[in-house]
């Protein structure tokens, strides 16, 4: 039985710093294409950083330079730095797992983690 399980969502004020993370079980970590998305209330959801199998990373543009996301293969976890965060960071964060190989497509989610950023 695959399994993502997010956790580190918080209330924080503006500025602030939260780490999330994602913990895989089931899936060989170290071949899938790990993805942090997120979704605001009344919008549809988008990608916030991405980290494939061989490390290569990319961002929204709307959190290059404040986001990093990082991933231990030994822990089967990626992680989402978040700082100097925004009202407009609030959301869902989800964790996605995803591989293509051998001809199969493999997709999963996590159940997400709620962000709130205010004063």
């Known amino acids: 039985q695959v399994q993502l399980v997010e956790s580190g969502g918080d209330l924080v004020q503006p500025g602030g710093s939260l780490r999330l993370s994602c913990a895989a079980s089931?899936?060989?970590?170290?071949?899938?294409?790990m993805g942090w998305y997120r979704q605001a209330p009344g919008k549809q959801r988008e990608l916030v950083a991405r980290?494939?199998?061989?490390?290569?990373?990319n961002y929204a543009d709307s959190v290059k330079g404040r986001f990093t996301i990082s991933r231990d293969n030994a822990k089967n976890t990626v992680y989402l730095q978040m700082n100097s965060l925004k009202p407009e960071d609030t959301a869902v964060y989800s964790c996605?797992?995803?591989?293509?190989?051998?001809?199969?497509?493999?997709?999963?989610w996590g159940q997400g983690t709620q962000v709130t950023v205010s004063s």
């Open positions: 996605n797992a995803f591989m293509r190989r051998w001809g199969l497509v493999n997709d999963y």
């Open positions: 980290i494939d199998s061989g490390g290569s990373i």
């Open positions: 089931g899936i060989i970590f170290s071949f899938y294409n």
